[in-house]
């Protein structure tokens, strides 16, 4: 296992100390699905530590999170038929066909409003023949009843950009062994058959110094994560520059970081933290 950081000076100590970011990659473990009290199927796919990596806290940190919400929209009719189609679902038998709602439904409409009623068998004759009948020749439209429904929660994505440049050659070698430390542990895996293993994964965890590198109270929390891209640019000052090093050294690197989290977010994730996930 690899402990790497960067920079490799001490963080210091007492209220001189320094915040940090900690990587803290995984072997995925798969296989192991539990359902919780809220019975939300929850998957242990954090293994054994392969590697730590520590990086100063960067100078833009933000998050950001959403749930997917649909528009959605149900007509009269639909709703006379959802209003069959559930009730046999739920006594296995309906009291009367749908045909006979439908005829129910436009005689009420009919002794109270003939245009109601006309609109309902319009509406009818539409869905048959797949033809907007009313909105072409009369310029109406039947009331769709929209409106924004929850369709399920999203995953996040998190990005970060670190400029890192030795200022001797341990550093110089503690850096390259971080960008390979990242490209190896997000790559996938061969084995001695058909099939390739999955990445190891990666615990994100925003650390405060003061507190002997107990989590950050003033930071969002991250779940565990996969590497999606990782971009090295060797010429971040935009021209060829290397050390006068054995190993020419490039004098700078930036490296830009993409993770997906694996799981979404659930109001009982925010217990225990001052601001959570």
């Not at 320094?18 to 009290?37: M, P, W």
């Not at 006594?91 to 066909?97: A, D, H, V």
Request: charged content about 20%; aromatic content about 10%.
């Amino acid at each position: 296992m690899a402990d790497l950081r960067y920079p490799l000076a001490e963080h210091g100590a007492g209220k001189n100390a320094k915040d940090f970011i900690l990587f803290t990659a995984r072997l995925y473990q798969g296989g192991e699905v539990s359902t919780g009290e809220d019975f939300a199927l929850k998957t242990n796919r954090a293994g054994a530590v392969v590697d730590t990596i520590t990086l100063p806290i960067q100078s833009t940190i933000q998050d950001g999170n959403s749930c997917d919400w649909k528009e959605d929209s149900l007509d009269f009719v639909k709703a006379s038929a959802a209003d069959f189609g559930l009730e046999v679902v739920l006594t296995g038998q309906g009291k009367k066909s749908l045909s006979e709602i439908t005829a129910a439904a436009k005689k009420a409409a009919d002794t109270q409003n003939r245009s109601l009623g006309k609109a309902v068998g319009t509406a009818l004759v539409e869905g048959a023949l797949n033809a907007n009948l009313r909105s072409r020749f009369s310029g109406e439209v039947m009331n769709p009843n929209l409106e924004l429904l929850f369709n399920g929660p999203t995953l996040r994505t998190f990005s970060f950009s670190f400029f890192m440049s030795a200022r001797d050659e341990p550093e110089a070698t503690q850096i390259k062994a971080i960008i390979n430390a990242f490209k190896k542990n997000m790559a996938p895996k061969t084995s001695q058959s058909l099939f390739l293993k999955t990445p190891n994964i990666f615990q994100i965890e925003y650390r405060s110094g003061f507190d002997k590198g107990g989590l950050h109270q003033s930071l969002n929390k991250i779940k565990n994560c996969a590497l999606q891209t990782c971009n090295v640019t060797y010429t971040p000052g935009g021209t060829y520059s290397t050390f006068d090093d054995p190993a020419k050294t490039m004098t700078a690197y930036r490296m830009d970081l993409q993770f997906g989290e694996l799981d979404p977010i659930y109001d009982s994730d925010y217990k225990g933290h001052p601001i959570g996930f």
